[in-house]
Every structure is written in C-alpha cells, then in structure tokens.
C-alpha cells in the first residue's frame, strides 16, 4: 500500500518556527512535495526535493532524507496569513506526475 | 491566480444525474490532472492526461471518465452519480510530468 502520515494539527504562535514533519510509505519514490491550502482555495506548490538534504525558498524550507523516508517543511517567522493546511505528496514515478497526497496538517497562526 | 480555469465554480446536482467539469490549463501546460477532495479521503489522484493521451491513472471509479482536447483543455464526466460523490474537484496542468502542478479553484459538486 501507499501512505503518507503528518500530524492533522500544529499551533504556532506569530514570529515562531514551525516544522510539519511526513513520512512515507509508498511503492516508488521520485520526490516530496509540499503544496499550502488555504480553506477552500486551491493548493498551492511550496517547495519540491528530489533529493536529500534542505531546500529553501524564502521564509519555507524543505527537507528529505530518502533514507529515512522521511521530511520535513520549515516554516520561519510565521505570520497569520500562514494559517492553512499543508499537503506533503510523493511523486513515485518520474514518467508521471501522479501525486499522492497525505491527509494534511492543519496550522493555526495566532498572535 | 493559477493561470488555470475551472467550470463551473459550483454544481448541485441530484443523484443518478451525469456532470461534466471543464478545465482550461496554463498556456504551454501540456499534462492536465484531476484530483477529488474529500472530508474523509483528502487529495486523491483521479487521472492525468498529457497532450491528449491518458498517462497515469489513480482509483478513478468506473462511472468516472475524461479526456483531454487538441486544444489541451480537459473535461471530466461523472455519471450516475452517489451522494458520496459530493466533494471538491480539481484541476491542475503541468509543463511535463513535472512536480510542480498548478491547481485551479476547483468545482464544488454536490450531489442531493
């Protein structure tokens, strides 16, 4: 089978750091994605690794350890705009671009 | 804005009936994507198209179908449809099998 497991919810206070870990299970492994939804809006891409090691993009960083079938998104300097839900997704084949999701986690930013 | 167009917004519709969603990709996007949202399910993967052709396949149900137009635009057809059936669809395009997918608002079905 394939699985993917977060935590459903993290509270964070504004200004903090914030790590969302995902573990994965799953029959091939291409990369980990990490998408943001806000409710009722449209996912929206993050950040991508490929290969071990961090990956970062402004205020978000990714991490993976294929090893360990495990990563992380680091969220720093946390604002309230970042309350959302955030999707880690394994691409398990690199012909496609199926994604499997996880259940998300749900991050509440409050002051 | 994603660059990519989903129709309609909402949809209520009554069981047995048969819907189809419309989507319009990025320009240049040749891979178009389908995934439902459920309360209970999360994101699950439908069906991928690229460039007309169907290219990966998830647990898209039997009563569930799609294609992709010359135009690269893409419909997804739901037929005798269940109340289960009620969720958040949505669209994504890609330039390739890339991991970076672009989503679209997505439709809203509900089905009464």
């Known amino acids: 089978g394939q699985s993917l497991e977060q935590p459903s919810e993290v509270t964070a206070v504004e200004g903090a750091i914030v790590q969302i870990n995902c573990t994965y299970q799953?029959?091939?492994?291409?990369?980990l994605s990490w998408y943001q939804q806000h409710d009722g809006g449209a996912p929206t891409f993050l950040s991508y690794n490929g290969l071990d090691g961090l990956e970062e993009t402004g205020r978000f960083s990714s991490f993976l350890s294929r090893s360990d079938s495990y990563g992380y998104l680091l969220l720093q300097e946390l604002q309230m705009k970042d309350s959302a839900s955030y999707f880690c997704a394994v691409s398990s084949s690199s012909n496609t671009g199926k994604l499997i999701f996880g259940q998300g986690t749900t991050l509440q930013v409050k002051p | 804005d994603s660059g990519v167009t989903q129709t309609p917004k909402h949809l209520i519709t009554a069981t047995g009936q048969r819907v189809t969603l419309r989507c319009s990709p990025r320009?240049?996007?040749?891979?178009v994507y389908w995934y439902q949202q459920s309360l209970d399910q999360g994101l699950q993967f439908l069906i991928q198209y690229y460039n007309g052709e169907e290219r990966a396949k998830g647990n898209i149900l039997e009563r569930f179908s799609a294609q992709q137009f010359p135009d690269l635009h893409s419909e997804l057809n739901l037929s005798s449809l269940e109340l289960g059936d009620s969720a958040l669809y949505f669209c994504?395009?890609?330039?390739?099998?890339?991991?970076?997918?672009?989503f679209g608002a997505g439709t809203r079905l509900s089905v009464l």
């Open positions: 320009s240049g996007d040749l891979s």
């Open positions: 994504a395009s890609s330039v390739g099998g890339q991991n970076i997918q672009y």
């Open positions: 799953t029959s091939g492994f291409y990369g």
